[in-house]
């Protein structure tokens, strides 16, 4: 079994620490978009390579990111159940190595975009997770070009994130009040 001081470092740490960081920049940011698409949030590779890799890149991979979340038939409950809280668990980690010393910043960096088609079943159970989790962020952005289900879809949350603490029932009362609404104005969301 090797010593710990027998062990040769890398290469890239035996660089100056700031040298580092521009390479990482580099290597991680170009501008990023992060997609999700999939319910399961991973960090590039670099940073699962040691712990020492981790803390320096991690944050700057998060912080020179922006993150989509691709919302499909608008079903986002699996965004919430899964892989928001391995987002957030990757984040807590950031923090406790010192990569990232507040992550305010960084639900300011979310977009949605859509595919599929309008489906208010879907909604409704993604905002039905949300409401029961707590929600984290009640901000999300709207990239140029949103179309107007990411901008109902955002309405949605927002108004559910603003009825936090209520029941459930009251919430989905409200949520019928706009159903009702929405369908006169586009018959795509019966």
């Known amino acids: ?29 170009d501008p990023l978009i992060v997609t999700a698409t999939n319910p399961y949030f991973s960090t590039p590779g670099i940073t699962r390579t040691c712990r020492q890799a981790r803390k320096e890149a991690l944050g700057i991979w998060l912080l020179g990111s922006s993150f989509q979340i691709v919302v499909q038939d608008c079903d986002m409950a699996w965004f919430h159940e899964t892989y928001e809280p391995s987002m957030m668990a990757v984040l807590r980690s950031a923090r406790k190595l010192g990569a990232v010393k507040k ?40 990239h140029d070009g949103s179309t107007t289900m990411v901008k109902v879809i955002m309405a949605a949350y927002g108004t559910v994130g603003a009825m936090h603490g209520q029941a459930w029932a009251e919430v989905e009362k409200r949520l019928e009040e706009w159903h009702i609404v929405l369908v006169a104005m586009d018959t795509r969301w019966t």
């Not at 079994?1 to 100056?16: A, V």
């Not at 305010?104 to 909604?123: F, K, Q, R, T, V």
């Not at 409401?131 to 999300?140: A, E, F, G, L, N």
């Open 1 to 29: 079994m090797q010593n710990k001081q027998d062990i040769e470092l890398p290469r890239i740490f035996k660089l100056p620490a700031e040298l580092r960081n521009r390479i990482w920049e580099f290597a991680l940011t």
């Open 103 to 142: 992550l305010s910043n960084l639900s300011e960096d979310y977009m949605i975009s859509d595919a599929g088609a309008p489906h208010w079943g879907n909604l409704v159970k993604s905002l039905k997770v949300y409401h029961k989790i707590s929600p984290v962020y009640t901000h999300c952005p709207f």
